[in-house]
C-alpha cells in the first residue's frame, strides 16, 4: 500500500508540473542574441501578449537593425504545446522551436532563417529589459476592392500628402523612422501592399497582384482620404505601382521618388528588354495560341512570337547566361533556404511594360550596389563581378534617365538597396531639394 501512495504521489506532482507548465504565462518581452551569423551580434525582442481568445499573439523586433527592424514583424504562428514552443514569420521567412525551461523564464531552441543558428530567449526584466524606442503614428485601414482593406500610417504633419510605398516583403513599417523627418513640410503616410504585413490578402493569383492591380489600391486609397495630388515616395518593387499612377493617372500626383526602384518593372526599355517581363508576356501569348483567347486570330501571334517575343527571350537567357558565370549558385547544401511565398510570386508575375511618364521624377539608384562577400578569397572572381554589377546598374541609370525626360537621377555609389540606410543624408537632401521644386 505504501508503494502504491508513493507512486500516485509521484503520478499527481507530475501531472500538476505539467498543468502547472501548460498554464504558463509567456506574455511580456523576450530577449535573445542571435550570434555565429556573417555580421554582428544581432538582439532579438518577443513581445508576447494574450490573444482575446485562446493563446497568443507576438511580434519580433531586431533592434539593432533600424528601421526595417525597428518596424516589427508580425508573428502567424505561436504555440505552446507542455514545454515545446514555436513561432513563425511568414515575410521574411523565420522560424524558432524550442524548450520552455521549468523555471518558465527561458527557452532554449533553434532559429531558422537565413541560417540556422542555436538562440536562447530570457524573459525580459525591469533590470535586464533593453530599451528601443518604437516610431509613433497611427493606423487605419482602408478598402479598395471587395473583402480588401489596406494598412494606412499617418505620420503626421501638415502641407503637400506624401505617400511611402514599401518593396517586395516589406510593409510600411519599413520607414517608420525615416518618413516623419518630412512631416514638418508634408503630411505622411505610409501604404502597406496587399498580400502582406497587417493588409488583406487576396488569393494569390497574378490578376489581384497585377502592377495596375496594385496602383489601383493606391488611388483607392487616395480618394477615400481625400489626397489631393501627393508625392508618392517607393522603394523597390514599389516602382511598378508609381509608375502605373505616373502613367496611367498623371493629374493624381505631384511627382514621384524611386528609390533605387526604377529597375524594368518601373520603366521598360525596349532596346534592352527584360527577362522576366519579357518571358511573362511570351507565356501569356503561348496560352492563348494553345488555348484560345485575346483579340489576335493564331497567325498573328505566331508572327508576333517568331519577330518579336522569341528573339526578346533569347537576348535576357544569354544576359542570365552571363549573370551566371560571374555569380554562380552556391555550392548544393549552401542554398539561401528562403523561398519567395506565393504572394511574392503573384507580384513579381503581374510585372508590367511602362513606358511613359510625363510628371516630375527624382530616381536614385545605387551604381554599384554595394559590395557583399562573395569572391572575398578569390580577388579576380570579384573583380569580374563589380565590374559585371557596375555595368549593369549603369545600364539601368542610362536607360530610365534618357527614356523618361523629366527624371533627374542621382547614382549613389556603393550604396545598398536600402538606400535610406547607408546614403540616408544623400537622400533627405536631394529628396527636399526635389520637394521644393513640385507645384
Given at each position: 500500500?505504501?508503494?502504491?501512495?508513493?507512486?500516485?504521489?509521484?503520478?499527481?506532482?507530475?501531472?500538476?508540473?505539467?498543468?502547472?507548465?501548460?498554464?504558463?504565462?509567456?506574455?511580456?518581452?523576450?530577449?535573445?542574441?542571435?550570434?555565429?551569423?556573417?555580421?554582428?551580434?544581432?538582439?532579438?525582442?518577443?513581445?508576447?501578449?494574450?490573444?482575446?481568445?485562446?493563446?497568443w499573439k507576438g511580434t519580433l523586433?531586431?533592434?539593432?537593425?533600424?528601421?526595417?527592424?525597428?518596424?516589427?514583424?508580425?508573428?502567424?504562428?505561436?504555440?505552446?504545446?507542455?514545454?515545446?514552443?514555436?513561432?513563425?514569420?511568414?515575410?521574411?521567412?523565420?522560424?524558432?522551436?524550442?524548450?520552455?525551461?521549468?523555471?518558465?523564464?527561458?527557452?532554449?531552441?533553434?532559429?531558422?532563417?537565413?541560417?540556422?543558428?542555436p538562440l536562447e530567449w530570457r524573459r525580459a526584466t525591469r533590470e535586464t529589459?533593453?530599451?528601443?524606442?518604437?516610431?509613433?503614428?497611427?493606423?487605419s485601414f482602408v478598402s479598395v476592392d471587395k473583402d480588401v482593406k489596406l494598412e494606412v500610417l499617418d505620420f503626421g504633419g501638415t502641407g503637400r500628402p506624401m505617400i511611402f510605398l514599401a518593396g517586395l516583403g516589406s510593409t510600411a513599417h519599413v520607414f517608420d523612422q525615416f518618413a516623419p523627418k518630412f512631416s514638418a513640410t508634408h503630411h505622411v503616410y505610409g501604404i502597406t501592399r496587399r498580400g502582406f504585413g497587417a493588409s488583406s490578402a487576396p488569393v494569390p493569383a497574378s490578376g489581384n497582384y497585377s502592377a495596375d492591380r496594385l496602383g489601383d489600391d493606391i488611388l483607392a486609397v487616395m480618394v477615400t482620404l481625400k489626397l489631393d495630388r501627393p508625392v508618392l515616395v517607393g522603394h523597390s518593387i514599389a516602382g511598378e505601382e508609381m509608375s502605373s499612377i505616373g502613367s496611367r493617372h498623371p493629374e493624381n500626383i505631384s511627382g514621384l521618388v524611386y528609390l533605387d526602384a526604377g529597375y524594368a518593372y518601373a520603366y521598360y526599355d525596349s532596346s534592352q528588354g527584360n527577362f522576366l517581363i519579357d518571358a511573362i508576356e511570351l507565356r501569356k501569348k503561348l496560352e492563348q495560341l494553345m488555348f484560345g483567347g485575346g483579340q489576335k486570330t493564331p497567325?498573328?501571334?505566331?508572327?508576333?512570337?517568331?519577330?518579336?517575343?522569341?528573339?526578346?527571350?533569347?537576348?535576357?537567357?544569354?544576359?542570365?547566361?552571363?549573370?551566371?558565370?560571374?555569380?554562380?549558385a552556391p555550392p548544393k547544401g549552401q542554398e539561401n533556404p528562403v523561398r519567395a511565398s506565393a504572394v511574392d510570386k503573384a507580384v513579381l508575375e503581374g510585372q508590367q511594360k511602362y513606358t511613359d511618364i510625363r510628371i516630375p521624377i527624382l530616381a536614385f539608384f545605387a551604381v554599384p550596389h554595394?559590395?557583399?562577400?562573395?569572391?572575398?578569397?578569390?580577388?579576380?572572381?570579384?573583380?569580374?563581378?563589380?565590374?559585371?554589377?557596375?555595368?549593369?546598374?549603369?545600364?539601368?541609370?542610362?536607360?530610365?534617365?534618357?527614356?523618361?525626360?523629366?527624371?533627374?537621377?542621382?547614382?549613389?555609389?556603393?550604396?545598398?538597396?536600402?538606400?535610406?540606410?547607408?546614403?540616408?543624408?544623400?537622400?533627405?537632401?536631394?529628396?527636399?531639394?526635389?520637394?521644393?521644386?513640385?507645384?
Open positions: 500500500m505504501n508503494m502504491i501512495r508513493s507512486w500516485i504521489i509521484a503520478i499527481a506532482f507530475v501531472m500538476m508540473s505539467v498543468c502547472a507548465v501548460n498554464a504558463q504565462d509567456i506574455s511580456g518581452d523576450w530577449q535573445g542574441t542571435l550570434k555565429g551569423g556573417q555580421g554582428p551580434d544581432l538582439r532579438l525582442v518577443l513581445r508576447v501578449t494574450k490573444n482575446d481568445g485562446a493563446g523586433y531586431s533592434i539593432d537593425q533600424p528601421p526595417v527592424g525597428l518596424d516589427g514583424f508580425a508573428l502567424n504562428l505561436i504555440a505552446l504545446q507542455g514545454t515545446d514552443f514555436k513561432f513563425s514569420v511568414e515575410s521574411p521567412r523565420i522560424s524558432f522551436e524550442g524548450k520552455l525551461a521549468a523555471s518558465g523564464n527561458s527557452i532554449e531552441g533553434t532559429w531558422k532563417g537565413v541560417r540556422t543558428l529589459q533593453w530599451t528601443f524606442e518604437l516610431p509613433k503614428h497611427s493606423v497567325l498573328e501571334l505566331v508572327q508576333e512570337l517568331l519577330q518579336n517575343d522569341l528573339p526578346r527571350v533569347e537576348k535576357g537567357l544569354r544576359k542570365e547566361q552571363e549573370r551566371i558565370r560571374v555569380r554562380p554595394k559590395p557583399d562577400n562573395v569572391f572575398e578569397d578569390d580577388p579576380a572572381a570579384r573583380a569580374r563581378l563589380e565590374a559585371w554589377e557596375l555595368a549593369r546598374m549603369e545600364t539601368l541609370a542610362k536607360a530610365f534617365e534618357s527614356g523618361l525626360p523629366s527624371a533627374r537621377v542621382v547614382r549613389l555609389p556603393n550604396a545598398d538597396h536600402f538606400v535610406i540606410q547607408t546614403h540616408e543624408a544623400d537622400v533627405l537632401r536631394e529628396m527636399r531639394a526635389f520637394l521644393n521644386t513640385l507645384r
